[in-house]
């Protein structure tokens, strides 16, 4: 079984990255992450019927957030990728243990059924509590969406709330300006 990959980034395509091993070349699903040159990444090895599928991350902290992901039923690699790339791995594991199921809606392909199930399946085993007991992320998006902003808009702006913007008036005001083109 196959556990991580240190080697160099020869090629990309969509979300995969070749990496070249020891002259050996392995694509890599890696979702949103895009490294280049050389790079180390964490993996889970997905064996189906006639497909062999390797998943690349970053961290282990990702891997290990991806795989949690896996074991709830009816989340395949897929759906789980897309989940990992709509925040950060705090920001999602405080989502899933807030119950902010606004947030954890914005992945694309990921549907309702599937993130309440995340949620009740997830919510106890997922090592970050939120601080304040909710998460200000649904609520920034639930405003930014009332403002006539689309979720394709919004959802790449989640993982680049700055670390002072604490309150959900700092993080709209910071949003409102990056969409505005204001930055």
Not at 84 to 102: E, F, H, N, P, R
Not at 154 to 180: G, H
């Amino acid at each position: 079984m196959l556990g991580s990959l240190q080697g160099t980034v020869i090629a990309s395509s969509g979300q995969c990255l070749l990496i070249e091993v020891n002259n050996i070349g392995y694509w890599v699903h890696t979702g949103a992450w895009r490294p280049s040159g050389a790079v180390r990444c964490y993996l889970h090895h997905h064996v189906r019927e006639y497909i062999s599928d390797l998943y690349g991350f970053e961290t282990l902290e990702g891997l290990e957030l991806f795989e949690r992901l896996l074991s709830v039923s009816g989340i395949g690699p897929k759906a789980a990728l897309a989940i990992l790339s709509i925040g950060t791995i705090d920001q999602i594991k405080k989502a899933i243990s807030s119950q902010d199921s606004a947030f954890l809606s914005i992945a694309p392909g990921v549907g309702a059924k599937a993130v309440q199930k995340i949620i009740l399946e997830l919510q106890g085993k997922i090592g970050l509590i939120a601080e304040d007991g909710k998460s200000t992320l649904g609520e920034l998006v639930s405003a930014l969406e009332g403002l006539g902003y689309k979720s394709h808009q919004v959802q790449p702006l989640l993982s680049q709330i700055p670390a002072d913007a604490t309150t959900l008036d700092q993080q709209i005001r910071w949003a409102l300006q990056k969409l505005s083109g204001r930055s």
